[in-house]
């Protein structure tokens, strides 16, 4: 099997829950030997994100390698420390102090690896007024902008349906970790990195809070309607819901002639981008009245056939049954010694050269204590001993 493009890599992962195993997750797809480490079993090491064997445990943490390692002890420490002049990049995310009072804060990795990249998740910041508060999904989404634009319009703040700010704040420090070991081919020199559940929040709100920033415009509800391009939004079918984007005057005047609605391109309410934004919602309800005719599959095949945006909106299951994901490998087969076979979340990233073809699922706790420690330097006696007195 050809070596992942990341294969040069050793990432340290000492994360839990969601953002940080999302970050370290970048690297291990891509073949970068990545080493979770965490409590020896019986030590108290708080939130994992749920149950082992769950599904979001088992899709966090595919591809890694796991020891068990209690860094409260100074002799784990020491372990941790020897590990880190190996390794190329760390990744954490705990509260913004824990880091320093365990002692693996950037300046004391530096003393040992000058190279080390030391990747850094928190809530809200290293620091500022909200440094110590913990971070947590739904919160930083709500002072992120993103729920007071989300839901039916006069229905109060309504939450994305996935941990936005979790994967987002893991997919902006996996790339500011990846920034930093290509600047680090030209300085020689590791750097610290890091995000934050909050700035992930604003960063992928974009254009809306752009509108804020540029235009002093203080975007609301849309419900799911585009807030400036019309019409586009869900309309139903004769079985079920579609969506539809027809803005634009020449997209909209081919859905028009595609379904055969001559009317709505000559009716003056509708009849310029300037006239559909006004009578926003009559438009939508003579849509909705023509696409009756149509079962969803009818609707969508004949859009997209005009040129005109359109797509069923699936449930899970019908997602992954979809002829184009399935072609788009976005579930990927792993086999777990006790799981047995399962599927995982493909990659969103496609390469034309280098990947990585064989996944493996994610480890039981401490299965790879003694390989690391050996490949370390530590022989049988010693891993048995460190085991014996808890360190392991």
Not at 49 to 55: A, I, L, S, V
Not at 89 to 99: G, H, I, L, S, T
Not at 180 to 196: C, K, P
Not at 209 to 223: E, I
Request: charge should be neutral; glycine fraction near 10%.
């Amino acid at each position: 099997m050809t070596a992942g493009p990341l294969a040069r890599f050793t990432v340290l992962d000492l994360t839990r829950v969601r953002a940080g195993p999302t970050a370290v997750r970048y690297f291990a797809d891509w073949g970068a030997n990545c080493i979770k480490v965490e409590m020896p079993p019986g030590v108290a090491e708080g939130d994992m994100g749920g149950p082992r064997h769950g599904p979001d445990f088992q899709n966090l943490h595919r591809n890694k390698r796991s020891i068990t390692l209690n860094l409260k002890e100074p002799e784990g420490k020491a372990i941790f420390m020897k590990m880190v002049e190996k390794a190329d990049v760390v990744v954490e995310n705990y509260r913004a102090d824990v880091k320093f009072r365990l002692g693996i804060d950037y300046e004391s990795l530096k003393k040992v690896n000058p190279r080390i990249i030391l990747g850094s998740i928190s809530g809200f910041g290293q620091d500022g007024p909200y440094a110590e508060r913990a971070g947590f999904d739904q919160i930083a989404q709500g002072m992120g902008g993103i729920m007071w634009v989300t839901g039916q319009p006069g229905g109060g703040p309504v939450r994305a349906g996935i941990a936005v700010a979790d994967v987002g704040a893991g997919l902006h420090c996996a790339i500011g970790c990846l920034i930093a070991l290509l600047e680090r081919e030209v300085s020689g020199q590791g750097q610290w990195v890091s995000s934050s559940l909050l700035q992930a929040m604003i960063s992928m709100c974009d254009f809306q809070a752009a509108r804020w920033t540029l235009a002093k415009d203080v975007p609301g509800q849309a419900g799911n309607n585009h807030p400036t391009g019309i019409p586009t939004g869900v309309f139903k079918t004769s079985d079920g819901y579609i969506n539809i984007a027809a803005s634009g005057d020449h997209i909209y005047k081919r859905f028009c002639e595609s379904i055969k609605a001559p009317e709505l391109l000559t009716d003056e309410r509708f009849s310029s981008a300037k006239a559909r934004v006004k009578h926003r919602d009559l438009l939508n309800a003579e849509i909705d009245k023509r696409m009756a005719a149509f079962t969803s599959a009818e609707a969508v095949e004949k859009l997209n056939k005009a040129g005109v945006p359109a797509g069923p909106i699936y449930k899970m299951d019908e997602m992954f049954a979809d002829p184009q994901v399935k072609h788009l490998r976005m579930a990927r087969e792993v086999n777990h010694p006790k799981l047995g076979l399962q599927e995982v979340i493909g990659q969103a990233i496609n390469m034309s050269r280098t990947t990585v073809e064989e996944w493996t699922a994610t480890p039981e706790q401490g299965e790879h204590t003694d390989s690391i420690l050996s490949e370390f330097g530590y022989d049988a006696a010693a891993i048995d001993s460190l085991r014996k007195r808890g360190v392991v």
